[in-house]
T-cell receptor
Framework: DGGITQSPKYLFRKEGQNVTLSCEQN?????MYWYRQDPGQGLRLIYY???????QKGDIAEGYSVSREKKESFPLTVTSAQKNPTAFYLC?????????????FGPGTRLTVL | AQRVTQPEKLLSVFKGAPVELKCNYS??????LFWYVQYSRQRLQLLLR??SRESIKGFTADLNKGETSFHLKKPFAQEEDSAMYYC??????????????FGPGTRLSVLP
């Protein structure tokens, strides 16, 4: 089954701990994105990467970090500095640089901080 | 700052009736606008883009720059159209990078 995958589906974390969410794609896409979704709100952009070894902050990057060491992978770390990390996290990818191309979404990871 | 609003959280229509999902945006430049859809137990996926000027599954959307709107329309709703619909805007962010902003979404329920 190809496409974009996220793991785990559900994640629980104690306050004060960092946690890393996985995102992998086998679509040969250059660009990858991380979004956060809260109830009643649209998706908000956390980070995006247009190419390997390059990434840019989105609207709500504070408390998050990313890396893009391989084209296929774009992991997101939710650090203890993120004040309200409980949310649904979506990863996406697209062929081209920028945002005008179709984005393909993963199934999401629901993070709960206990 | 860019913003996308979708005034209706829930929209219910009967099968065969016309449907219009409203989307308004605020952006100082020329935005790229999209409609994404999420059917039950499926992933979020692109429905259509204004730049393509296409009709997908009978849906169309016209960009009205004067009213800063990008409403999604279908003349005859089908039960399989029931889903969550998100309007989205692509443009330059406040930090001069790119940004992609989603609206809060409208849940469309098509009743038999």
């Amino acid at each position: 089954d190809g496409g974009i995958t996220q793991s785990p589906k559900y994640l629980f974390r104690k306050e004060g701990q960092n946690v890393t969410l996985s995102c992998e794609q086998n679509l040969n896409h250059d660009a990858m994105y991380w979004y956060r979704q809260d109830p009643g709100q649209g998706l908000r952009l956390i980070y995006y990467s247009q190419i390997v070894n390059d990434f840019q902050k989105g609207d709500i990057a504070e408390g998050y970090s990313v890396s893009r060491e391989k084209k296929e992978s774009f992991p997101l770390t939710v650090t203890s500095a993120q004040k309200n990390p409980t949310a649904f996290y979506l990863c996406a990818s697209s062929y081209y640089l920028g945002f005008t191309d179709t984005q393909y979404f993963g199934p999401g990871t629901r993070l709960t901080v206990l | 700052a860019q913003r996308v609003t979708q005034p209706e959280k829930l929209l219910s229509v009967f099968k065969g009736a016309p449907v219009e999902l409203k989307c308004n945006y605020s952006y100082s430049g020329s935005p790229e606008l999209f409609w994404y859809v999420q059917y039950s137990r499926q992933r979020l996926q692109l429905l259509l883009r204004h730049i393509s000027r296409e009709s997908i599954k009978g849906f169309t959307a016209d960009l009205n720059k004067g009213e800063t709107s990008f409403h999604l329309k279908k003349p005859f709703a089908q039960e399989e159209d029931s889903a969550m619909y998100y309007c989205a805007l692509s443009g330059h962010g406040d930090n001069y990078g790119q940004n992609f902003v989603f609206g809060p979404g409208t849940r469309l329920s098509v009743l038999p």
